[in-house]
């Protein structure tokens, strides 16, 4: 079913335009993976089932892809059959109309060296490459005086990353995957809206 709007005497349907396969939101006790709907009017952060443990997915942002691989990434047909009124009533999901964003930033984080993660420094350093992972953070309007933030890691599904590992170095792949977002987003945010990219 197509959400619409009145214009005038007329109804305009809502029209589906890209589908982001995973993003991860951070969160103290357990950091929360979504799926992100892009329709011509918002943003709907659809929350993908648990697959793996807190520590795995707080891992995987530092690490910028996913560690499991079976994991096949959803398509906007998959959800097709789930009418847009119903994802933006489900209290798990997140929506973000579009006129309401101030801001949208697409940074890289620099993380510190812990101990703990000699692994991964040894892992960079074999392969000669940078883990280098892509945020976003969306500003947007929830009333006239009440501003919140969405943070969000680009961290892909295994299954998205491991083909194009044969042919690309990891941290081309990563930031095409953020780079694709924030175009997605160009193409939808209002003209006023700031856009970063750093």
């Not at 096949?72 to 964003?101: F, G, M, W």
């Not at 620099?110 to 892509?134: A, I, K, N, P, S």
Request: aromatic share 10%; glycine share 4%; proline share 5%.
């Amino acid at each position: 079913m197509i959400s619409q709007v009145k214009q005038g005497s007329e109804t305009v349907p809502e029209r589906r335009l890209a589908l982001v396969h995973r993003v991860i939101v951070p969160d103290k006790e357990y950091p929360k993976e979504y799926a992100i709907l892009v329709t011509d009017r918002r943003s709907v952060f659809i929350r993908q089932r648990k697959t793996r443990r807190s520590f795995v997915l707080r891992y995987e942002m530092r690490i910028g892809t996913a560690l499991v691989t079976d994991v096949t990434p959803k398509t906007l047909e998959d959800y097709a059959q789930n009418s847009l009124e119903s994802l933006i009533a489900d209290d798990v999901n997140l929506t973000v109309p579009h006129d309401a964003v101030i801001s949208i930033a697409m940074r890289t984080e620099e993380h510190e060296r812990r101990r703990r993660d000699f692994f991964l420094w040894l892992v960079m350093r074999r392969q000669g490459e940078v883990f280098q992972v892509y945020d976003f953070e969306m500003k947007y309007r929830l009333g006239p005086h009440q501003d919140a933030t969405v943070k969000f890691y680009m961290v892909p599904l295994g299954a998205y990353f491991k083909p194009r590992r044969q042919t690309q170095s990891r941290e081309t792949i990563l930031r095409e995957y953020a780079a694709d977002a924030l175009e997605i987003f160009q193409k939808v945010l209002p003209p006023d809206c700031i856009f970063v990219a750093g």
